[in-house]
């Protein structure tokens, strides 16, 4: 790294001496027509001197910074003239205020706006263009199991989005890192200043992917460690992308890939067995534990390090008092398995009040459904096995508010085959297990082999 | 009472207790037990003090215990292939290996290896079966498993385990025990005794076998070692009484029956209550849960109840002991929330010495019989929504040799292959486990590993982290030093892990 790139990296520091110091000016300038701040008025001078002369260097800096080859384009340029036009006018603002003062009011309001355009540019620059919008707009929900079909586009729908929202900010027209451009077509091609950064077919060799599955603590990782990282889903695709051939045209039906994302969406997607709340909880009260335990109801903690509380129903006849009881575990409870049990739709009501709920399984069970639309309140709830049960459609649907379902089990229930697809519009974020699986009668499986096989 | 205080309180009892502890108490130990087990436990129940006190948090032994962190699975059924399945024959694809059949096997291969049955220069053998590719995951499966061929993208598999055992028994008990040697507890009786039972009305741990033959190994591979007795497999039988001498006698009726149970059960209380011996506790429980799965066994060993596509699924036929009906009944168990249930197949050696055990021959057959079932397994699971948090496991305890084998130097009879530790695959499905990904690979005639090899020990801790445990500190206290399924060794294979 030459001296000059040094310096040039001084700039970040630097720009925030003349934004302060203008924007304290200008203040003055405003309040100082007040009888009150009088006093104020022998310092402006001074003060916009002092602005101009920072920003002078702000200027010389960035020049030098934007010499690296990583920033382009017209973000940058409108940032380096206006950054030039404000040093200009601040001198001038210097000259003007020896003239007429209410020249000068007029003035400072010129500087003040110039000011903030160049430093909102400069800030895109740093952080990206959608940096201060982009916790107002989050368009990623886009990815669902239910979203994926054999149209979707491989790179249009899928990849593409996750380079928008992890990688531009670094990789694109204005801000190019490493040489490296990410926001079109044509520039992931020509990789950055170590050559290609993608050979279709050849996960392994692309150093695209290579980057994003090094240790987060390495500098080559990519993101960087202190930018949001990508889920495991999405290194996933982007890994499928390259795999098939890093197409930009076709479709994932075209590329065979269609069951297979919906199976990497699914599997990433539907919590394990693991999901508890993050945030901690009080401590149990062991006194209605052991009550419970009486009734020889299983509750032991979901681990050793968590007070969160597994349920199992299966060995207790009084179901009725044990769901009485656990209302005081509220909080606590968060995996519940009445499988296997008597449980019926009335009982419910009280487990849809155990709103910590975020794995419920009621398969093998008498339930009409009716009482299904009891458990609207578990919002936290992902995993519901609903299988080996009489629940029909219609009473599923009454649970559509549940969005965080990510599992969903109606097998062998009076669920009918039409309603699959409007359960799944309902649930878009949930795998639908639903299908009787069928392991076909082949002749082999009878046919005992009597001599060698061929 | 604060728990450091009720601790102390328990150890003065528990000094008080060891006074009581007599040469009569010793003698009564030692004629009740029964040869090593007995003894074990004995040494076992020495040293209560040093374990960690929540290792038996209440007077139940299989009261329902929290693992270390957060499972993804909580039960595992593990399909073992006792005599060792032909990896080249079902999973392991080696076109190479064919252009080599018939040929006298390199030195290289040979020098310095021992073999159970192999003597001089074998020839080589190629695959007996064509393969192809199936699934997005596109793996290689053999003619002989075609179900199995549709299941590829639930299942990793492991392309490259390692043993160090080339017999029987050793290597089945190393898989199953993490030791070679008798002695030691087994997978199911350690993750029992970490977790406890789900539902107290059915053992933990149950032991499912078939194949017309125990393990060789003998009921050590599904013992409790060192652990209390409670923790040991429960051998059921899927024809005739599902548990052997669990009928009561004739001419007692239930009530009778469990009024002596309790009776018999105040005296052991109180014999516990003056020894602290926790293998009272355990013969209390067993009492107990015998009394309980009069009841519950029966019925959940029944797969008569199961409607009709079901049983197309499987290839079951009710009343039958086969490899089918196990592993239909392995999902039932499971379903009711047993937590480990060990699946034992007899009949897979195939040396080529006869027809049943020739690898062209009797080997396909033992395919066939597992080949629907298992494929079954993953999508019943599946469709119960059981299967992100059931583990299934399958494999044997080595593989075979891609060379054919000549006992004794002479040829066999049949094309057969010898016993083969340096590499054979296994595969993992359901239980958080990757779905459609394949771990490790051997080389171009399936002989070693060139990347991805993992030992049983490797295994083991997976299964145990997945079942939420560090395995190496899943401990037991016996003869002065902590104890663990993996002893020293075991890694976790976090490639495998989704």
């Known amino acids: 790294m030459s001296i000059m790139e040094i310096v040039g990296r001084f700039h970040p520091l630097l720009v925030h001496l003349p934004i302060g110091i203008l924007v304290l000016a200008i203040a003055f300038e405003w309040l100082s027509g007040y009888q009150r701040y009088q006093i104020l008025k022998p310092a402006i001078t001074t003060i916009i001197s002092l602005g101009a002369i920072t920003a002078l260097f702000s200027c010389i800096t960035g020049y030098l910074l934007s010499q690296n080859g990583e920033y382009d384009g017209d973000t940058v340029s409108w940032h380096q003239w206006l950054g030039i036009s404000v040093t200009l006018l601040s001198f001038l603002y210097v000259w003007i205020r020896s003239k007429s003062e209410l020249a000068a009011k007029v003035f400072s309001v010129v500087v003040l706006v110039l000011l903030s355009i160049t430093g909102h540019l400069g800030g895109s620059l740093t952080h990206g263009e959608d940096y201060l919008t982009e916790g107002l707009f989050t368009n990623n929900e886009s990815m669902n199991v239910a979203s994926i079909d054999d149209q979707t586009k491989m790179y249009a729908d899928l990849v593409q989005p996750i380079l928008e929202s992890k990688c531009y900010t670094c990789h694109n027209a204005s801000k190019q890192k490493g040489k490296l451009r990410l926001d079109a077509p044509e520039h992931i091609q020509k990789g950055g200043k170590n050559g290609t950064v993608l050979v279709a077919h050849k996960v392994d060799e692309s150093e695209m992917i290579d980057r994003l599955l090094l240790p987060l603590d390495q500098d080559e990782h990519m993101p960087p460690k202190e930018k949001k990282q990508l889920s495991s889903v999405e290194v996933e695709i982007l890994k499928r992308w390259i795999a098939s051939g890093a197409s930009f045209d076709q479709t994932v039906g075209e590329l065979k890939l269609t069951n297979n994302l919906k199976d990497i969406l699914q599997s990433h997607n539907t919590p394990n067995v693991s999901e508890v709340p993050i945030d901690d909880v009080g401590k149990a009260d062991e006194s209605i534990i052991n009550k419970l335990r009486m009734l020889e109801v299983m509750v032991v903690p979901v681990s050793q390090e968590s007070r969160y509380l597994s349920v199992n129903l299966i060995n207790t006849t009084n179901i009725d008092s044990a769901l009485v009881m656990m209302q005081e575990l509220k909080e606590q409870i968060v995996w519940l398995n009445a499988s296997s049990t008597s449980i019926s739709d009335v009982n419910l009501k009280l487990v849809g009040a155990l709103t910590n709920l975020s794995r419920l399984h009621l398969n093998n069970t008498k339930l009409s459904g009716e009482g299904l639309v009891s458990l609207k309140p578990l919002i936290n709830l992902r995993y519901l096995n609903l299988s080996n049960t009489n629940v029909t459609g219609k009473a599923l649907m009454s649970l559509a508010s549940l969005t965080s379902l990510t599992s969903l089990h109606v097998y062998n229930t009076a669920v009918q085959e039409s309603e699959i697809d409007a359960i799944q519009k309902a649930f878009l974020n949930a795998r639908i297990e639903w299908k009787n699986y069928v392991v076909p009668m082949l002749p082999t499986d009878t046919v005992r082999v009597m001599l060698p096989y061929r | ?498």
């Not at chain 2, 037990?33 to 004995?42: H, I, K, N, P």
């Open chain 2, 1 to 498: 009472m604060k728990e450091g205080q009720r601790q102390k309180i328990n150890q003065a009892e528990y000094l008080q207790n060891l006074e009581n502890i007599t040469r009569r108490h010793f003698l009564w130990e030692s004629a009740s037990g029964l040869g090593a087990l007995a003894l074990g436990s004995l040494f076992g129940s020495c040293s209560p003090l040093d374990r960690k006190p929540d290792s038996f948090l209440s007077t139940n032994p299989l009261a329902v215990k929290p693992p270390h962190f957060i499972p993804k699975a909580k039960s595992v059924i593990y399909l073992h292939m006792a005599g060792a399945p032909s990896q080249l024959e079902m999973f392991d694809f080696k076109p190479d290996l064919q252009k080599l059949d018939g040929q006298d096997c390199p030195a290289s291969l040979l020098d310095g290896k021992k073999f159970a049955f192999i003597r001089g220069v074998p020839k080589m053998l190629g695959p007996q079966a064509s393969f192809q590719q199936y699934g997005e995951s596109r793996a290689w499966v053999s003619e002989h498993l075609p179900h199995f061929s549709t299941a590829v993208d639930e299942v990793t598999f492991l392309k490259a385990v390692q043993t160090d055992q080339f017999n029987h028994g050793p290597a089945q008990l190393l898989m199953h025990t993490g030791s070679a040697r008798l002695g030691r507890p087994s997978m199911g009786a350690w993750v029992t005794y970490g977790l406890g039972s789900e539902n107290q009305n059915l053992p933990g741990f149950v032991v499912l076998t078939s194949g017309g033959k125990n393990p060789d190994a003998g009921k050590s591979v599904w013992g409790s070692g060192f652990l209390p007795s409670v923790y040991q497999g429960v051998q059921c039988r899927s024809e005739g009484d599902p548990v052997l001498f669990l009928k009561d006698p004739k001419d007692v009726d239930r009530n009778l029956r469990k009024a002596s149970i309790d009776a018999i059960n105040e005296i052991n209380h109180l014999n516990y209550q003056k020894s602290g011996d926790p293998e009272i506790l355990s013969r209390m429980a067993q009492y107990e849960m015998a009394f309980k799965m009069q009841i519950s066994v029966p019925e959940v060993m029944d797969i008569h109840d199961e409607p009709q596509y079901i049983h197309d699924m499987y290839g079951t036929k009710p009343g039958r002991a086969s490899l089918a009906n196990n592993i239909l009944l392995a999902r039932k168990l499971v379903e009711k929330g047993v937590r480990f249930v060990q699946v034992f197949d007899w009949g897979w050696d195939s040396h080529g010495t006869d027809s049943d055990l020739a690898i062209d021959i009797g080997h396909i057959n033992k395919c066939r019989s597992v080949d629907k079932a298992m494929t079954a397994l993953i999508f019943d699971l599946k469709q119960r929504g059981l299967l992100e948090e059931t583990l299934v496991v399958w494999g044997g305890e080595f593989g075979r040799t891609p060379m054919q084998e000549n006992r004794e130097g002479k040829k066999n009879p049949f094309k057969g292959r010898d016993h083969h530790t340096e590499a054979f695959t296994m595969w993992m499905a359901g239980g958080g486990i990757k779905k459609g990904f394949t771990h490790g690979e051997t080389d171009a005639i399936g002989y070693s590993s060139i990347s991805g090899k993992v030992t049983p020990y490797d295994v083991q801790a997976t299964i145990l982290h997945q079942l939420g445990f560090d395995h190496e500190k899943l401990t037991y206290q016996f003869q002065g030093r902590p104890f663990r399924l993996t002893d020293v060794a075991g890694k976790v294979i976090h490639e495998v892990i989704g």
